[in-house]
């Protein structure tokens, strides 16, 4: 299991150039923004980034100024400032369908200039390493037509930041668990990196006309594979049941608990590296609206 370096992980000079690329992606790609403010039922924000958990949302949202925490009817709310401007971090819950509905309410909460899918991602190929970004060009779900994001960084500035990638994302249902599925997945979508929420986000943000960015960092390498102790508990229907699949395997491997540690440890710490991420390129989001996408 290998570990990302978190030091120096983006060169100075590359990292400006994908800035500048986000920030005149804003540019191009604006919405109009002549609507009645007082329609809104919440204050609007500039940027709403929307995670499916609280493990890839807490530490974005812990850097927040000014925090505040709202359970909404469909996600969980974390509002504040970063660098002057004003953001949502929104925990989803996981899936499509959990997604969608969140997208579709707080774009009409907020009104946000930029939605932001951003979380964990499985890689679909072995360059893909634990703690790399992928930002979306395409994202697509099984038996669906490709959405372009508009997102264009050239290859030189790709090839200078090792570890930032540029792709399709492919969108499924269930995790994939298994490193032949995943060769398969793709192989069959041409993607890189494989996610549960960041298809149905998009679809609601091209509805809306809302600028839209994919930022996931890789958790699970191609050739990764979960003891069969979590396996287990994964498949389980209930909690019950899932409660008791630990309680079992800890009771015959007690050396198991290390790996519940482990898998722990990576999610905190690729939590760590999307935060320091997003937190990079937030301030770099154009406000500016004079023309629809």
């Given at each position: 299991m290998l570990r990302w370096i978190l030091s120096d992980l983006i060169r100075q000079t590359a990292y400006q150039k994908v800035t500048d690329t986000v920030s005149s992606l804003g540019e191009s790609t604006s919405r109009d923004q002549h609507q009645d403010d007082s329609a809104r039922e919440l204050p609007p924000c500039e940027i709403a980034v929307l995670f499916g958990t609280n493990l890839e949302a807490e530490d974005f949202a812990s850097g927040f100024e000014g925090r505040s925490t709202t359970r909404c009817a469909s996600f969980v709310e974390h509002a504040g400032g970063i660098a002057?401007?004003?953001?949502?971090?929104?925990?989803?819950?996981?899936?499509?369908?959990?997604?969608?509905?969140?997208?579709?309410?707080?774009?009409?909460?907020?009104?946000?200039?930029?939605?932001?899918?951003?979380?964990?991602?499985?890689?679909?190929?072995?360059?893909?390493?634990?703690?790399?970004?992928?930002?979306?060009?395409?994202?697509?779900?099984?038996?669906?037509?490709?959405?372009?994001?508009?997102?264009?960084?050239?290859?030189?500035?790709?090839?200078?930041?090792?570890?930032?990638?540029?792709?399709?994302?492919?969108?499924?249902?269930?995790?994939?668990?298994?490193?032949?599925?995943?060769?398969?997945?793709?192989?069959?979508?041409?993607?890189?990196?494989?996610?549960?929420?960041?298809?149905?986000?998009?679809?609601?943000?091209?509805?809306?006309?809302?600028?839209?960015?994919?930022?996931?960092?890789?958790?699970?390498?191609?050739?990764?594979?979960?003891?069969?102790?979590?396996?287990?508990?994964?498949a389980s229907s209930s909690w019950a049941a899932k409660l008791g699949t630990v309680t079992g395997a800890l009771l015959k491997r007690p050396s198991s608990v290390k790996d519940w540690w482990h898998l722990q440890q990576q999610g905190l710490e690729a939590s760590d590296r999307l935060a320091e991420f997003l937190r990079g390129i937030l301030p770099q989001l154009t406000g500016q609206d004079e023309t629809k996408r």
């Open positions: 002057g401007r004003n953001v949502v971090a929104i925990e989803t819950g996981t899936g499509v369908r959990a997604s969608g509905r969140a997208a579709e309410d707080v774009i009409a909460l907020h009104h946000p200039d930029w939605v932001i899918s951003a979380g964990f991602a499985a890689a679909l190929r072995p360059e893909l390493l634990r703690g790399h970004i992928l930002m979306a060009d395409q994202v697509v779900a099984p038996q669906g037509d490709p959405l372009v994001v508009g997102l264009h960084i050239d290859s030189e500035t790709i090839a200078a930041m090792r570890h930032l990638h540029v792709g399709r994302l492919v969108t499924v249902h269930q995790p994939v668990r298994q490193p032949n599925a995943r060769r398969e997945l793709g192989e069959q979508y041409d993607a890189l990196a494989a996610d549960m929420e960041t298809v149905a986000v998009a679809e609601v943000c091209a509805r809306h006309k809302t600028r839209f960015l994919s930022v996931r960092v890789i958790a699970d390498q191609l050739d990764d594979c979960m003891p069969v102790e979590i396996e287990r508990m994964m």
